[in-house]
């Protein structure tokens, strides 16, 4: 009876030992997914929104030049 017993308790230990890194490896999975998702939107934002920005960042740049060479912007040091 005590092997028997014995031999239900490590056949347990070994499947909640099994069912734990069966667990963390399906996280990573999600994670690497998550992070593959979210690779995936910002290449396509900066792709859609990239002539966009590229125009408002001349605007200011040429509006910050101009006002600087005016004498409204703050001395080099």
Same mark, same amino acid.
């Given at each position: 009876?005590?092997?028997? !017993?014995?031999?239900? +308790?490590? /056949? %347990? &230990? $070994?499947?909640?030992?099994?069912?734990?890194?069966?667990?963390? @490896?399906?996280?990573?999975?999600? !994670?690497?997914?998550? +992070?593959? /998702? %979210? &690779? $995936?939107?910002?290449?396509?934002?900066?792709?859609?929104?990239? @002539?966009?920005?590229?125009?408002?960042?001349?605007?200011?740049?040429?509006?910050?030049? $101009?006002?600087?060479?005016?004498?409204?912007?703050?001395?080099? @040091?």
């Amino acid at each position: 009876m005590l092997k028997t !017993y014995a031999t239900i +308790v490590s /056949l %347990i &230990a $070994v499947a909640q030992n099994r069912l734990e890194r069966e667990e963390k @490896g399906a996280t990573a999975v999600e !994670y690497g997914l998550m +992070v593959g /998702l %979210i &690779a $995936v939107v910002i290449i396509g934002a900066v792709t859609l929104l990239g @002539g966009e920005l590229k125009t408002l960042f001349t605007t200011i740049q040429t509006k910050l030049g $101009v006002a600087n060479a005016a004498g409204g912007g703050a001395a080099a @040091g």
